[in-house]
DNA sequence: TCTGGGGTCCTAGGACCC
DNA sequence: TCTGGGGTCCTAGGACCC
């Protein structure tokens, strides 16, 4: 086990006593492939990729073993493949990384009901109020990773400091199976010599634009002034990363949070669009949007369509509609207007991803009568009253609140049946609404 | 050999209103 | 013969994160 302490590098030892570096960051270490090699022991200490294959898909997540090699999440099967020849992929059980995700969390849970879960495997705790139980943000930070390796057995790095965002650079710091703590006064030691790709917020496009600077280090950064930031980077980005640069994040643990957009897409085999198709996809994109919306009691009023094209260029056509929207076919109909309005501004074209998501959401249920509400209009010709849509919706969800998902469906959902993602995995990435 | 799926936030131009 | 300034909403695109 590796315990790292910024104090100890630079100043003090007595590290296990300094209190102030209250927010935590616990981050979940390949966390995909650590289940794999938990599940199946033949595989630990071997380059695991999850997802993917030699022959096509993606590389969802790798082992540290295959990262050695270079092989990266969001990375083609058939690269991962040459870059690392030993390289196991396995097929994935998105069940389990659920169940051990939600373990973790509660294990965090009992440290501090102050948990931000931001996603599957990576969370925010603020530890304020539970120090006089167990410590100083240093032991907490040890206890977590201890316990979530003796209760699931899984390798957590925790960052501690006294920002959200400098505990979150601590904990990638701290990678893999760390634990650093950034004490009250060192923010500025830790940070300067880091590479400005660890802020969040930096990506490659970024990255490059400031190494055009000459910018490549958090403390080069900082003493960049921040005018000339935001001329390269737009006026909020640079202004948010010389605040990030100077370690000023205001940034509060936050427990609720409500997602601001709903959404679903599907990568398709590379093709002409073709009426049928391009309905049957947006009907089952629809189908899986609307049914979490109205599971939750939310609508929303814009509906935006993303086309991909061969080449990997995107195109996106969004309406605002008068009234928030949580009807299947509603849905459906609106992005399939949305969508060729895309594709015939492209044509001739070949498609290879359609995606839908609804915005502007609010609360369904002070806003009924949804499609009453609207005027007559050209984009639901001949449309079924919003009464007759909205009672077909409901029988749907409770006959598949009952019988499963799969056991009722609008007619081109239930004839496509070739969905490359199973659907377990979509539900990992949904936020709750 | 051909690139997943779920999200957030920002920008810039135009429409529209007062 | 020539028309201001500010605010809000909508749309399309883009960067980024997990």
Redesign the pocket.
Known sequence: MRERYIEQVFEYGGVMSVPGATILHADLDAFYASVEQLLDPALRGRPVAVGGGP????V?AASYEAKAYGVQ??M?G?RAARLCPELVFVRGHFREYQRLGDAVMDVLADVTPEVER?????AFLDVSGATHLFGPPAAIGARIREQVRAEVGLPISVGAARTKHLA?IASQVAKPDGLVVVAPGHERVFLDPLPVGLI????????QRLADLGIRTIGELARTPSSAVEHVL????GHKLSAMAHDEDPRRVVTTRH?????????LS?RAPDRDDVRAVLAHLAD?VSR?LRAKGRAG??VTVAVRLA??????????LSVPVAATLTLTEVSEQLAW??IEAAAPCEI??L?I?V??LADQRSVQLELDLEPPDPWRPGSAPGAARSAVDASMDAIRTRFGGDAVGYLPVVLRGDG??PDE??EL???DL
């Open positions: 022959n096509g898909g993606v969802l999440g969001g083609p058939w931001i996603s599957i495997d990576e979150k969040w917020g930096v990506g490659p496009v970024n990255e737009g006026l909020a980005v997602a601001r957009s709903v959404g679903a897409q599907s990568a590379r899986r979490r009023r814009t080449g990997m260029q995107r195109s996106t056509r969004s309406r605002t309005s895309a290879t991803l995606g998501s915005s502007q490359a993602v995995f979509r990435a949904e936020h």
